[in-house]
């Protein structure tokens, strides 16, 4: 079964969004998006893997760093999932 899967990006700059999936580990997971997400802009993910973990640019006004990985569990319950990576 595939699930969908939406980054918002809520802050007024854009940033990186890191999106590895896999069985849990996020540094070994496939990386399947890598990209600037514009402020207010989204991106939609289909995976029919168990963990999604993502990542953003940590400060928008310094771009080499990235925050730490936030894990996601798609399932029948909890998704379609909007995620606003703003937040993290």
Do not use: H
């Amino acid at each position: 079964m595939s699930y969908q899967v939406t980054f918002k990006n809520s802050l007024d700059k854009p940033v990186q969004l890191e999106v590895n999936v896999g069985d849990g580990n996020c540094d070994t997971n496939q990386n399947i998006l890598s990209q600037q997400l514009d402020p207010g802009g989204d991106k939609t993910i289909d995976t029919d893997q168990n963990v999604v973990c993502y990542r953003r640019t940590a400060d928008p006004d310094n771009p080499g760093v990235m925050t730490s990985w936030v894990t996601f569990a798609p399932d029948d319950i909890n998704t379609p999932a909007l995620i606003d990576i703003g937040l993290i």
